[in-house]
């Protein structure tokens, strides 16, 4: 019995050995790196997108007017900063970027430039406010800063279609932004605001790609509720209309 | 006595802890991939009652000429703005309905329900219930073809659909010439309509591409959110005329298309460029913005029905 008992124990753990994942035993034999993001990615993000606005126009293509805030949950705290926005005053600040943060940067019209900075780093470039955007998968360090930043700190990971169906989502949840605007008129998001997206690919019937945006963002200071918007781009063939502006606190 | 051997041999301790500890590192990523991915969750459950989120203006219906968004055709613009809303309350025309395009355009939510065949279970199809003025949808998801194209068009289409890459994707087609929105902005019965439902926890964001060679220079493309409802919505009541000014033979409402006296109204309450809010295409893109970058000129401080209760736009004076 007791002979049997051991043998049977001596399996399991060859068992076990051989059943842990590829990138320990790698790691233990010099062997390659573990599956990255990049690696793993279900769909492909990269590339150059244009903005196609067919929705909420008239709020992202001209800065409304001063004071007006329809479809955003505005909470009483937001309406003193609403109807007091003052762009020059921005500007004098070095604040002009308060409406290119993570909270409202993908309304904003204009290009991404989506590219993995590292295996497991997804950079977005953004060429209306040349803003740059990293989204960290497992595994990575966190920002080294401890000063909120207009792009916040973004975790990354994939959400993935059960096999035998292929695709999927990447969703990412951002915080530790600075305060920013979710409008160019003033409507106001917190430092305590975090945004959540998931990006999904369709195909287009000319051939072409579509990537979708869908966003909410949460704000217990100067948001009732979430505010969802899920704003649209089109693959573009190349960088030819890159065309990177710095920020503007009017346009 | 099996129980007597566990206790009393310490190999067997080191059995159990090998044998749980070998299931707990054996576990990979759903799919092949990387640690902290995550299957998507609930994707496949789209059958429930969806709510309206309000949170984008995909509408543009406020006003009686409005073309925000839109890159329509000359053919196009000449036509809605010959539109005279007043139309639709003509009794013969009050039930009209608007078209499969009104599933996101219009203002309501979505109950979707699904059915299956009662032998093999498997979905024969998902159905979008009808409001007072929406024919609803059927989205046939068993493989059947898409009828002659010599078939009824319809104002709801006929859709077929087929789960991909996580998403339920359907295409309509044979939809009965109508209108692409409320304002008069024509669509064709050549237009045919692409959708993408995909589900991200409780939010549905339905993205609706209709093509027309007649009438649209671009897709019209839409992405609309919805979110999940506790309480099932119901939308059953039918449309029933009633008189509302027009007798029976009174001649349609129109207008010249160029002496339209609402042409000009968005231009001047939002101080925007004619050609944007007439549908031209090259204003959908971020170079118009700093095309006109110079010349625009900000509205006035809002001070009336300026936040989320309030109009979506502000109406005319009295």
Sequence with gaps: ?251 | MFINVVVGRPALGLLMAALVGGVVFTQEPAGGGQAGDSALPNQFEIAASWAPLGTEDVQNDSVPVDYLGLAITDEARTRALSYDESQKSMMERQCQGWGAAYAVLGPFGLKISTQSDPATRRVVSYTIDPWEDWAGMVIWMDDRPHPSEHALHTQAGFTTGRWEGGALAAHTTHVKAGFIRKTGVPLSDQATIDWRFFRHGNVLTVLMVARDPVYLEEPEIISKGFRLSAAPLDYRDPCAPGFEGHEPGDSVPHFAPDQNPFVNELVELYHLPREAVLGYRETLYPEYRKKIKDSYVPPPPCTADCGVAGNFVRRRGP
């Design chain 1, 1 to 251: 019995m007791r002979r049997s008992l051991v043998a049977l124990t001596a399996l399991v753990l060859v068992l076990f050995a051989a059943g842990r994942p590829a990138s320990v035993r790698a790691q233990r034999q010099g062997g390659p790196a573990p599956a990255s993001a990049r690696d793993t990615a279900p769909i492909d993000l990269t590339g150059y997108w244009v903005s196609y606005v067919t929705e909420n126009w008239r709020y992202r293509m001209v800065t409304p007017a001063k004071g007006e805030y329809r479809r955003i949950p505005a909470s009483p705290a937001a309406l003193p900063i609403i109807k007091t926005w003052d762009p020059a005053a921005d500007t004098r600040a070095g604040e002009q970027c308060k409406s290119y943060g993570a909270g409202g940067i993908m309304s904003v019209p204009g290009r991404l430039h989506i590219t993995w900075q590292d295996a497991n780093t997804l950079r977005i470039d953004t060429d209306a406010g040349t803003q740059t955007r990293l989204l960290r998968f497992a595994g990575q360090a966190p920002a080294s800063s401890t000063v909120p930043t207009w792009q916040g700190d973004s975790r990354a990971h994939w959400e993935r279609v059960p096999a035998p169906d292929r695709g999927g989502s990447l969703n990412v949840v951002t915080s530790h932004m600075r305060s920013g605007y979710l409008r160019k008129n003033g409507v106001p998001y917190s430092d305590r605001a975090t945004v959540s997206e998931h990006f999904d690919i369709a195909p287009l019937p000319d051939g072409g790609q579509l990537l979708l945006v869908m966003t909410t963002v949460d704000d217990p200071v100067y948001l009732n509720g979430p505010y969802i918007v899920s704003p649209h781009f089109k693959k573009e063939r190349d960088g030819s209309k890159w065309e990177p502006t710095p920020c503007s606190s009017t346009w």
